[in-house]
Nanobody
């Protein structure tokens, strides 16, 4: 399982970015996918998730501003981030939860830096 995150960068407050996470393998459509973030000195936390059935969930601070989606034909999950704030600055990680023989297995991408600053 490989997860390749991209799309991070430097953006001004109020701006937008779209993160992408490309996954390898035919398991993607069966996986629950998520985006997490980790700011300096803080723990990694969930931003948004989408199940294999495309049910979505967001942390309160992301509701109304971020949108997670998936394209199973492209094995890719996206995070559209609008109205970005300085407090959104963090390294964003893609996560996949795949059913294993003895239970769920977590996989992580390498992270992409998002910096919101004027």
């Amino acid at each position: 399982v490989q997860l390749q995150a991209s799309g991070g960068g430097l953006v001004q407050p109020g701006g937008s970015l779209r993160l992408s996470c490309a996954a390898s393998g035919s398991w993607f459509s069966r996986a629950d996918m998520g985006w997490y973030r980790q700011a300096p000195g803080k723990q990694r936390g969930l931003v948004a998730s989408i199940t294999s059935g495309s049910n979505t969930n967001y942390v309160d601070s992301a509701k109304g501003r971020f949108s997670i989606s998936r394209d199973n034909a492209k094995n890719t999950v996206y995070l559209q981030m609008n109205s970005l704030k300085p407090e959104d600055t963090a390294v964003y990680y893609c996560n996949a939860v795949v059913a294993g023989r003895w239970g769920p297995i977590n996989y992580w991408g390498q992270g992409t830096q998002v910096t919101v600053s004027s």
